[in-house]
């Protein structure tokens, strides 16, 4: 279950540097996807409990490969990529 302390947003990326999360609240976050030279960003919005549950799974690092980032790292990838 989520911490009642948890301070938005929340930073988290896969273990292989090419997908990145912002974590705004519960229910939405963004992910950057790095594809050769560019990057996708898709800003998602979890209606349906499956989509809820992905994102607190990230949140307690609950599956695999998920570790800690940071708005450096992610503010980096904005500024250096084209997105598609």
């Known amino acids: 279950m989520l911490d ?7 930073y988290r990326k896969l273990s292989n540097n090419k ?6 609240n519960n229910t939405k976050f963004h992910e950057i996807q790095i594809i050769g030279k560019k990057a996708q960003l898709n ?5 349906k409990y499956p989509e809820i549950l992905k994102i607190q799974d990230m949140i307690e690092y609950s ?3 998920i570790i800690e980032s940071n708005d450096t790292e992610y503010s980096k ?3 250096t990529y084209t997105f598609i």
């Open 19 to 24: 997908v990145f999360f912002k974590i705004i």
């Open 63 to 65: 599956f695999e490969g």
């Open 4 to 10: 009642k302390d948890i301070y938005f947003p929340v």
């Open 43 to 47: 800003k998602i919005v979890a209606t």
């Open 77 to 79: 990838l904005l500024n």
